[in-house]
């Protein structure tokens, strides 16, 4: 669901299984717990949405939708291949900072059980991170910026499969480490490693 089809209520909704899903986890999510958070009845939520199944689907859509905005802007405003991966990855770290329970939905294995849907909808967000880092690693390569000896497939795993790890590492640890500075930390181990 794209955010422009997200009406102002849905969004409260949403932000609400975000705060459950931070503080409860994935079994705390219930349209009961949404209800009572929002303090609501039940039959208000379903009204704008069937399941917690859709809320779900809906919270990763808008992230998809902002991720793929946010990171068009940040990439936008440097020239060089590794001012370009630093811009993506300290725009991810400063978004989910603020907004940790979108951390917990799509870095949650919980959720990944749940359905088809939900899988399609992390796929999508994965996709959008994609589109975003191949082009730079490619202009990095093309340019000798970034190693040839890994292809721009691997490269771009290794460094989305890096920062995946941040985020499940700060979301076990209850988001109480300094997010930022292991960020920085390991995007510049990453970059040493890219460089050629």
């Known amino acids: 669901m794209a955010a422009t089809a ?48 859709e809320i779900v689907v809906a919270m990763l859509g808008y992230l998809a939708e902002n991720i793929d905005e946010r990171l068009q802007k940040a990439t936008s405003a440097h020239n060089k291949p590794a001012e370009k991966l630093e811009a993506i990855f300290l725009d991810q770290i400063a978004f989910f900072s603020k ?42 390569q093309q340019q000798g910026l970034f190693t040839n000896a890994i292809t721009t497939e691997e490269l771009t795993h290794i460094v989305m499969g890096s920062f995946r790890l941040q985020m499940f590492k700060w979301r076990i640890a209850n988001f109480q480490f300094d997010l930022h500075r292991q960020g920085t930390s390991m995007l510049q181990a990453i970059l040493t490693l890219m460089k050629n």
Do not use: C, W
């Open 6 to 53: 997200i009406s102002g209520r849905q969004f409260e909704i949403i932000e609400a299984a975000g705060r459950i899903l931070s503080t409860s986890g994935v079994n705390g999510l219930t349209i009961k717990n949404l209800a009572q958070e929002m303090k609501f009845s039940e039959s208000a939520i379903y009204r704008h949405f069937a399941s917690k199944e």
């Open 99 to 140: 907004n940790p329970h979108f951390v917990v939905a799509v870095f949650s294995d919980g959720l990944m059980e749940v359905s088809q849907k939900i899988n399609a909808a992390i796929l999508h967000i994965m996709q959008v991170k994609m589109k975003h880092l191949m082009p730079i690693i490619v202009e990095g």
